[in-house]
Every structure is written in structure tokens, then in C-alpha cells.
């Protein structure tokens, strides 16, 4: 009877964690190069261990996994705006080491940096790239040309599937492993790419997971009931 109150409140705790996650897609929907996320749900067995508290058990629906989709491209003519078409990223340098993102939003710092709008300063494969004038110029293979010179190619950094990448809380990313040189990636001058987050699917989501969370409550409900029938029971 016990096994049947942590399989319910296993799947409560499960439907909770999903409900997280597409909460976090719809606030994203309308954030530049925002990628979606799937929660990662462990065996049923992780589940059961994991709701009746068992020390070591790994939490249930622990992290997510990152969708890699493309999003569409929205043109913006701005040409400190970029927007890739295929599984690479822009390599960003912070002040906690080196990161990934597809949001190409960038700007030019008086030192000539190209620079994200948070403050990183944007990677070319040669290192960080500064321009020698305001002029930008970057083709679709990447290369970046300013004041008629040329001055490095994008760091476009490719991953080994979506379980490598790590989401950090300033919504870029971490590679595990290490990154390598994109195949296959189209850099778009003049455009962004929009969050690959469609609101319908995340609302059906959430719909779905609701009724999933109501039945493992009445569930858990039915099961508590006969288990304090059989304890006053046992007792008279």
C-alpha cells in the first residue's frame, strides 16, 4: 500500500517539475536566441526511490534537456545583428570563462570590442575581435571584415548533441567537453534569431500535465484513505 502512495505522489512530483519548465519556456517566448527546454525525467524506479526519500536517490525529473531547433530568423537591418542557421553558436568570453549563446545581438564598445548586449566580449577563432572603425561587415561563412580589412572569422562552436550543453543562469551556455569548429552554419547579417518556443505547444503542455498532477493526487488520495481504513482496523 505504501509502494502505491510513492508511485502518486512520485508522479505529482514529476508533473511539478514539468510545470517548471514550461512555465520558464513561455516567459522565454519572446527572448533572441532563447532555446527551449525538456525536462529530463529519470526511470520510474529513480522516481519511486526518489519520493520515498532514499539518501543518494537523484531528484525527480533532475535538470533538462536543452531543444536545439532552429528558430526562426526575423530580420532587423541592424548590422550588429546576427542570426545563425544551423547548430552553431557564438563563442562569448565572461568574466567566468568562456560561454555559448545563439542570441546575436551585439555592439561595438569605444575600444573597438565587439561585445553581446550583457557585457561579453565576442570570440573570433584568433580571440576576441575588435574592430578598427564602426563599420561591420560579416559574411555567411563568418569571416569579419571592418574599414575594408579583414579581421578574424566568428568562433561558431558546434556541440557533440544537446545533453552537453549546460544552461547557465545568465542564459548562455556551457559545453561540456569542449566545442569545435560549426559545418554547416550560416551567419545572417541584419538578423536575429527568435526564441524556437511555440506558446501553443507549451500551453498544451501544461494542460496535459495538469490532469496528469489531479490523477496522481486522487490517487494518492484513495490510497492514504485505505491505508488509515486498514491502520484503524488493525487497531479495533
Known amino acids: 500500500m505504501t509502494r502505491g502512495v510513492r508511485a502518486a505522489a512520485a508522479g505529482m512530483l514529476v508533473q511539478l517539475q514539468k510545470q517548471d519548465v514550461y512555465t520558464n519556456n513561455l516567459a522565454n517566448a519572446n527572448t533572441v536566441g532563447y532555446r527551449r527546454s525538456n525536462v529530463a525525467v529519470g526511470s520510474f524506479q529513480d522516481a519511486l526511490t526518489s519520493a520515498a526519500g532514499a539518501v543518494g536517490s537523484r531528484p525527480v525529473g533532475e535538470g533538462s534537456v536543452v531543444d536545439v531547433t532552429q528558430g526562426a530568423i526575423h530580420e532587423t537591418q541592424s548590422p550588429y545583428d546576427?542570426?545563425?542557421?544551423?547548430?552553431?553558436?557564438?563563442?562569448?568570453?565572461?568574466?567566468?570563462?568562456?560561454?555559448?549563446?545563439?542570441?546575436?545581438?551585439?555592439?561595438?564598445?569605444?575600444?573597438?570590442?565587439?561585445?553581446?548586449?550583457?557585457?561579453?566580449?565576442?570570440?573570433?577563432?584568433?580571440?576576441?575581435?575588435?574592430?578598427?572603425?564602426?563599420?561591420?561587415?560579416?559574411?555567411?561563412?563568418?569571416?569579419?571584415?571592418?574599414?575594408?580589412?579583414?579581421?578574424?572569422h566568428l568562433f561558431l562552436a558546434q556541440f557533440e548533441g544537446s545533453e552537453s550543453l549546460t544552461r547557465t543562469p545568465d542564459g548562455l551556455f556551457d559545453i561540456a567537453g569542449g566545442p569545435r569548429i560549426a559545418e554547416g552554419t550560416v551567419v545572417a547579417q541584419g538578423c536575429v534569431e527568435q526564441a524556437n518556443v511555440t506558446v501553443v505547444r507549451e500551453m498544451a503542455g501544461m494542460m496535459t500535465g495538469f490532469r496528469a498532477f489531479e490523477a496522481s493526487a486522487t490517487a494518492l488520495r484513495m490510497n492514504d484513505e485505505t491505508l488509515g481504513k486498514l491502520i484503524d482496523a488493525a487497531g479495533s
Open 82 to 152: 546576427l542570426a545563425l542557421n544551423g547548430p552553431g553558436m557564438f563563442t562569448v568570453l565572461t568574466p567566468d570563462g568562456t560561454r555559448y549563446t545563439r542570441d546575436g545581438r551585439f555592439e561595438v564598445d569605444p575600444q573597438g570590442r565587439l561585445m553581446t548586449l550583457g557585457g561579453n566580449q565576442v570570440m573570433g577563432r584568433e580571440g576576441p575581435i575588435t574592430l578598427p572603425g564602426r563599420e561591420l561587415l560579416v559574411t555567411e561563412a563568418g569571416q569579419v571584415f571592418s574599414e575594408g580589412q579583414f579581421i578574424d
